[in-house]
T-cell receptor
Framework: GENVEQHPSTLSVQEGDSAVIKCTYS??????FPWYKQELGKRPQLIID?????GEKKDQRIAVTLNKTAKHFSLHITETQPEDSAVYSC???????????FGQGTELSVKP | GAVVSQHPSRVICKSGTSVKIECRSL??????MFWYRQFPKQSLMLMAT?????????EQGVEKDKFLINHASLTLSTLTVTSAHPEDSSFYIC????????????FGPGTRLTVL
């Protein structure tokens, strides 16, 4: 089955710096890759997603890149703010509407 | 729109008892619901996929007789942790997906289970 690896497990940056989180997946049939932000004790919130027919997608300070050949995708957050501090999780799914397999999560800390 | 609720939000029970957690889609019909388990500061681990009107599909390593899932209607799925033990203590989160093959999953707020 699909396996998703996420790195790093923790990331600490200064306010204003950029943060990059990377994920790799094992099944080349995966075609949907969402990213979720989860604050302590709260539900995951979808922040951006990308499909396999696109190489990059951007939404204000957040961007995701996808390399299908290498089977990895990355989340980029620019101009980080303390309120960006949370656990970020990547996921992958095979087939439209299929189950999501999550990476291990990254605890991002943005220091003012 | 697309709101998912869970009940209870927090439960404490004695070892050996069973606990039922409800997941409801409030404003849409969810043909598929998913149940996840989450440990502190870690991501979600998929336990099972619940389809309305059929048996749930469990992920490898998840005991189906211990974690009973019922998806009786298009707006309700339940997870029952049977004969709970302290190692079952965790944060349980459900998600719901609309029909039509859409990708987006909407997550519930989670249930914190503590087994004494």
């Amino acid at each position: 089955g699909e396996n998703v690896e996420q790195h790093p497990s923790t990331l600490s940056v200064q306010e204003g710096d950029s943060a990059v989180i990377k994920c790799t997946y094992s099944d080349s049939a995966s075609n949907y890759f969402p990213w979720y932000k989860q604050e302590l004790g709260k539900r995951p919130q979808l922040i951006i997603d990308i499909r396999s027919n696109v190489g990059e997608k951007k939404d204000q300070r957040i961007a995701v890149t996808l390399n299908k050949t290498a089977k990895h995708f990355s989340l980029h957050i620019t101009e980080t703010q303390p309120e960006d501090s949370a656990v970020y999780s990547c996921a992958a799914s095979i087939n439209q509407g299929g189950k999501l397999i999550f990476g291990q999560g990254t605890e991002l800390s943005v220091k003012p | 729109g697309a709101v998912v609720s869970q009940h209870p939000s927090r439960v404490i029970c004695k070892s050996g008892t069973s606990v039922k957690i409800e997941c409801r889609s409030l404003d849409f019909q969810a043909t598929t619901m998913f149940w996840y388990r989450q440990f502190p500061k870690q991501s979600l681990m998929l336990m099972a996929t619940s389809n309305e009107g059929s048996k749930a599909t469990y992920e490898q390593g998840v005991e189906k007789d211990k974690f009973l899932i019922n998806h009786a209607s298009l707006t309700l799925s339940t997870l029952t942790v049977t004969s709970a033990h302290p190692e079952d203590s965790s944060f349980y989160i459900c998600s719901a997906r609309m029909g039509g093959g859409t990708d987006t999953q909407y997550f519930g707020p989670g249930t914190r289970l503590t087994v004494l």
